[in-house]
């Protein structure tokens, strides 16, 4: 089991900029990606950022280079850095890990990022 709890998200205004926090605990050790997924009203949920377990990177089209994806040294702990944010980035997050063998999605509950213009 892992189980994902997502911190940082809040209010912020066009241009400005959040730190998302996602913290991985229980079998850790099994988790071959962890990254980030969006999914705003109406919308389907897509891939904002992921990182494996070797430090590859993988971003979503829509990120243009305003966000960066992380990991603490332990590789416990996934951090999305959000700079200069969009009303279009308004959205609910959710962390995401997937373990390899068998195959399988763990998600965090989300945390809501909202951008005003």
């Known amino acids: 089991q892992v189980q994902l709890v997502e911190s940082g998200g809040g209010l912020v205004q066009s241009g400005g900029s959040l730190r998302l926090s996602c913290a991985a605990s229980?079998?850790?050790?099994?988790?071959?990606?962890m990254g980030w997924y969006r999914q705003a009203p109406g919308k389907e949920r897509e891939l904002v950022a992921a990182i494996t377990s070797g430090g590859f990177t993988n971003y979503g089209d829509f990120v243009k280079g305003r966000f960066t994806v992380s990991r603490d040294n332990a590789k416990t702990t996934v951090y999305l850095q959000m700079n200069s944010l969009k009303p279009e980035d308004t959205a609910v997050y959710y962390c995401?890990?997937?373990?390899?063998?068998?195959?399988?999605?763990?998600w965090g509950k989300g945390t809501l990022v909202t951008v005003s213009s």
């Open positions: 229980g079998s850790i050790a099994s988790i071959a990606v």
């Open positions: 995401n890990a997937k373990r390899g063998v068998p195959r399988r999605d763990y």
